[in-house]
């Protein structure tokens, strides 16, 4: 088993910049991939951000990349997000999500921390 815990959320003026983190326990040896998903009220769950637990590889949701960074810390089994130049319309709720493999289902879900935009 995994547990994965957010943290990093908060209220931000749009243009700001938050980071967040999500600190991994357990089983982290048997971790492929880490990923950030969020959901705005009354829409549905959009992929943010992925990379490879091990390697470099990372991948963005559309129109994400170049204002979001994932990164990752394995000696902290920790990933983070580094949210930049930040919208109204980022606000929602932001998970960290991990699989034990290379496609598919993500296993693992933190319980979500909250990112408020204001404009």
């Known amino acids: 088993q995994v547990q994965l815990v957010e943290s990093g959320g908060g209220l931000v003026q749009a243009g700001g910049s938050l980071r967040l983190s999500c600190a991994a326990s357990?089983?982290?040896?048997?971790?492929?991939?880490m990923g950030w998903f969020r959901q705005a009220p009354g829409k549905e769950r959009e992929f943010v951000a992925s990379?490879?637990?091990?390697?470099?590889?990372?991948y963005y949701g559309d129109s994400l990349k170049g204002r979001f960074t994932i990164s990752r810390d394995n000696a902290k089994d920790t990933v983070y997000l580094q949210m930049n130049s930040l919208k109204p319309e980022d606000t929602a709720v932001y998970y960290c999500a991990a699989r034990t493999t290379q496609f598919g289902s993500y296993n693992y879900w933190g319980q979500g921390t909250q990112v408020t935009v204001s404009s």
């Open positions: 357990g089983r982290t040896s048997s971790l492929y991939t």
């Open positions: 990379i490879r637990w091990s390697g470099s590889s990372s």
